[in-house]
């Protein structure tokens, strides 16, 4: 079992929908993590979360909206995506220095119809 | 530009035949090299970190080992369950973790 729990598995939304996925730790770790990860493909960063600032944005289309309520607590909002955005988001946390590694959760499957 | 290689893409073993899994890395200022398991529809398991060469760890029947320019994971008398991929990850002194594209390990009985 891994201790990054993400909500839900899985998700299935409209072009025009609005929804968020959901990520916890409690191992007290201080920077979180957005990835998307295509088929067949290593996980792709999008953001970075330290002491719940946000510190990294890879560029990222702004229908994809992070959050971090605390330090526990990561959100992805979700609006108006593409077919093409139909990926496995995966959320992950480390205790934030840069010779630690990053402990990932199942994802969340999110295809968009 | 940081870097991170894997070889072959994909394996396929039969149950007891060891291997190893190849990942070739130009970073700068290495902080951590990174092994991790994914199994699909999963998210990556973390399996080892290496800091410096000459550095080995293990687990079961996985052993990683790095030199300056690479790491290997070495896998003895592979069991079905091991089929999975294998995702390589380093780190430098820009801070960004660097995967590989992964090597596919099929173990048939």
């Known amino acids: 079992d891994t201790e990054v729990t993400q909500t839900p598995k899985h998700l299935v939304m409209g072009m025009t929908n609005k929804k968020s996925l959901k990520c916890e730790q409690h191992?007290?770790?201080?920077?979180m993590y957005w990835y998307k990860q295509k088929a067949k493909k290593p996980p792709e960063l999008m953001f970075v979360?330290?002491?719940?600032?946000?510190?990294i944005n890879e560029s990222v289309p702004s229908r994809f909206s992070p959050e971090c309520p605390n330090s526990s607590l990561l959100n992805l909002h979700l609006h108006a995506l593409q077919p093409e955005d139909s990926a496995l988001y995966l959320c992950?946390?480390?205790?934030?220095?840069?010779?630690?590694?990053?402990?990932f959760g199942n994802g969340t499957r999110l295809t968009v119809t | 530009e940081d870097q991170v290689t894997q070889s072959p893409e994909a394996l396929r073993l039969q149950e007891g035949e060891s291997s190893s899994l190849n990942c070739s890395y130009t970073?700068?200022?290495?902080?951590?090299l990174f092994w991790y398991r994914q199994d699909p529809g999963k998210g990556p398991e973390f399996l080892f970190t290496?800091?410096?060469a000459g550095e080995e760890k293990e687990k079961e029947r996985l052993k990683a080992t790095l030199t300056k320019k690479e790491s290997f994971l070495h896998i003895t008398a592979p069991k079905p369950e091991d089929s999975a991929t294998y995702l390589c990850?380093?780190?430098?002194?820009?801070?960004?973790?660097?995967f590989g594209q992964g090597t596919t390990l099929q173990v048939k009985p």
């Open positions: 992950a946390s480390s205790p934030g220095t840069a010779n630690s590694p990053l402990h």
């Open positions: 191992m007290g770790h201080r920077a």
């Open positions: 970073v700068s200022g290495l902080r951590g």
């Open positions: 979360y330290s002491y719940e600032k946000l510190s």
């Open positions: 990850a380093a780190r430098g002194n820009t801070g960004k973790l660097i």
């Open positions: 290496l800091y410096s």
